[in-house]
């Protein structure tokens, strides 16, 4: 339990560790790969070269201490959280490690003078008060998983029942459970852990669960549309060395963006590989007679995945309207709605009449930035205007 002292302390700290936070991340992170190689699997270390990684948990850091004697302001800051560690399966034992460096890191940049053993007595309370709640709160997620109808806890084996190629980037995997057992059904929007093994070394990753669990005429499987990034280990692998036919481990489906119930108009916006989480809300929406504004931008039509699946429910479905935006549009593409970068105007004429709309979006951080400005130029107000990141959170104002 935090005393009064020690709240103090923690609070009185923070403006230093705002000022140097993401050095004292960044030296973390390389104390944590060096001293705990057990945990390196839960890492992304594409996101921890770039940077983006040392600066989510910086964020989430400060955020946790600036409102450390008012929990309830961090919002929805804690279930994202939460989500995140339970689709990789952060478990308790993980906590002590990530902590000891933690502390040490403290101390080492900030230096003896800064850092007495009363600051680092006060931090070790605050980081095991927010590990006792996380914990706690991880614990609740994984038994409701395991509980629930289909259910499981830790990682299953699936089969790849198909793989399909989406656009020269994009490819489709389509996993049934190798033990023929029934599946855990998801929300629109969220995404599904996945556990392999790379060049001899352990990988978890997260991808967007990009189709309803029950196809038409097909048995319950999970699909997910995984882009080929020019840096990334694990998807480089999936899409050269991973078949039909091959088993891959999967973690229960978690997330917390996901399509909220409502009948106002619903606008879904996505930008590149954006487009996957966007798929399941689509079809869920359209079930359910909801009318949608579908606008996805893409660099060229060669890399513009499952346009034809969207025409298609466009043409079952009147209440869908879909906008496509190129880039640059190439010789043999068909035409795109508009060529060039969204902008606010071209935005505003594919919104329905009314602001009051429920909108989600994905996509590239700038594109992300540039249409959450916009929503909230436009007049949606922003707590109906939501939004997920591929990768660690960050800010978008």
Not at 195 to 215: C, H, I, K
Not at 244 to 258: C, H, K, Q, W
Not at 328 to 334: L, Q, T, V
Request: net charge neutral; glycine share 8%.
């Amino acid at each position: 339990m935090l005393t009064d002292a020690q709240l103090a302390i923690v609070k009185s700290t923070v403006p230093l560790l705002e000022s140097g936070g993401e050095a004292l991340t960044t030296h973390f992170y390389k104390m944590l790969m060096r001293d705990y190689p057990q945990v390196r699997p839960l890492f992304n270390r594409t996101h921890q070269a770039s940077g983006d990684q040392p600066r989510a948990l910086a964020n989430g850091v400060l955020m946790y201490a600036r409102h450390i004697d008012r929990l309830e302001a961090l919002g929805p800051l804690a279930a994202q959280i939460v989500n995140k560690h339970v689709a990789v399966q952060i478990m308790p034992e993980h906590y002590p490690m990530v902590g000891d460096c933690l502390l040490r890191a403290i101390r080492e940049v900030l230096g003896a003078e800064i850092a007495t053993d009363a600051v680092i007595d006060a931090w070790g309370a605050a980081y095991g008060q927010l590990a006792d709640i996380l914990i706690g709160a991880e614990q609740q997620v994984y038994d409701a998983k395991a509980q629930a109808p289909g259910g499981w806890r830790g990682a299953r084996n699936f089969i790849v029942a198909r793989k399909v190629a989406e656009s020269d980037e994009i490819t489709s995997f389509y996993f049934r459970a190798q033990d023929g057992g029934a599946l855990l059904d998801f929300e629109p929007g969220q995404y599904i852990g996945l556990r392999m093994v790379v060049d001899g070394e352990e990988q978890r990753r997260q991808y967007s669960l990009s189709a309803p669990l029950n196809l038409p005429g097909q048995p319950p499987q999970y699909r997910i549309s995984v882009k080929r990034e020019a840096g990334g280990k694990v998807s480089r692998h999936l899409h050269d060395e991973i078949h039909e036919g091959a088993v891959v481990e999967l973690f229960p489906p978690s997330g917390d963006f996901s399509l909220a119930a409502g009948d106002k108009p619903l606008v879904l916006i996505s930008g590149g590989v954006g487009i996957t989480p966007m798929l399941s809300m689509l079809e869920a929406a359209l079930a359910n007679g909801r009318p949608v504004h579908f606008i996805h931008a893409a660099r060229d039509g060669g890399v513009h995945a499952f346009r034809d699946h969207v025409e298609q429910l466009a043409a079952r479905h009147p209440q869908l309207r879909r906008f496509f935006c190129y880039e640059r549009e190439r010789a043999g593409d068909r035409r795109p709605d508009a060529t060039g970068m969204i902008d606010r105007a071209l935005l505003q004429r594919w919104m329905p009449a009314t602001t009051d709309v429920d909108a989600y979006f994905v996509g590239p951080k700038p594109f992300m930035k540039a249409v959450k400005r916009y929503l909230r130029e436009i007049g949606v107000p922003d707590a109906q205007s939501r939004y997920e990141f591929f990768g660690p959170a960050a800010a978008l104002d």
